[in-house]
């Protein structure tokens, strides 16, 4: 079945930087574009950056463009998200989600990571 | 960027009410729009998508319409383990943003 596992998240201090996992099993990973979500305590979902299944092309949020890198390893099944000059602002559970479709860029589907915590603390 | 607002933010309902829940695109975004489901300490859920297709697996009891840059999520009976926030997201252009939310809660 498919699944998609995050790690990387933790403690880190103000201005640092930290990168997260998402390591995908169940589906052909080269297929499927890639989303980053996160939810901060309290707040809403924001969406915040996507990666093609070639990774030729993504986007970001403003929120998070220049600082935030996303990537990915098709020869490990594995996604990235490189943050970087972190801030209290920044402090979320972070989701990977698989897009909808095959090729297809925009659409998240049914696919989520159960999550993982970035605290931005001193 | 299309900015998405949802309305209204919260909202109190009992089992076996129907709720609507409306969201509006600030600019035209086709039928480019989801709705997914999110409780607490678990993944988003995705209910609708592509404006009104019902995500497979997910009740029938929920739907959707949209009219113009409006859309609308409809739950006909709301269950019990439908207490949650609701929000839409377009995937029209990038950024693919989500609304603010609507809580359903009791």
């Known amino acids: 079945q498919v699944q998609l596992v995050e790690s990387g998240g933790g403690v880190v201090q103000p201005g640092r930087s930290l990168r997260l996992s998402c390591t995908a099993s169940?589906?052909?990973?080269?297929?499927?574009?890639l989303h980053w979500v996160r939810q901060s305590p309290g707040k809403g979902l924001e969406w915040l950056a996507v990666?093609?299944?070639?990774?030729?092309?993504?986007y970001y949020a403003d929120s998070v463009r220049g600082r935030f890198t996303i990537s990915r390893d098709n020869s490990k099944d594995t996604l990235f998200l490189h943050m970087s000059s972190l801030g209290a602002e920044d402090t979320a559970v972070y989701f990977c989600?698989?897009?909808?479709?095959?090729?297809?860029?925009?659409?998240?589907?049914?696919?989520w990571g159960q999550g993982t915590l970035v605290t931005v603390s001193s | 960027d299309v900015q998405m607002t949802q309305s209204p933010s919260s909202l109190s309902a009992s089992v076996g009410d129907r709720v609507t829940i409306t969201c509006r695109a600030s600019q035209y975004i086709s039928s480019y729009l989801n709705w997914f489901q999110k409780k607490p300490g678990t993944a988003p859920r995705l209910l609708i998508y592509a404006a009104s297709t019902l995500q497979s697996g997910v009740p029938s009891r929920f739907s959707a319409s949209e009219s113009g840059t409006d859309f609308t999520l409809t739950i006909s009976s709301l269950q019990p383990e439908d207490f949650a926030t609701y929000y839409c997201q377009q995937s029209y252009s990038a950024p693919f943003t989500f609304g603010p939310g609507t809580t359903v809660d009791v």
């Open positions: 169940g589906f052909t990973f080269n297929d499927y574009a």
């Open positions: 989600a698989r897009a909808r479709r095959s090729v297809e860029l925009s659409s998240i589907g049914d696919y």
């Open positions: 990666i093609s299944f070639n990774g030729h092309t993504t």
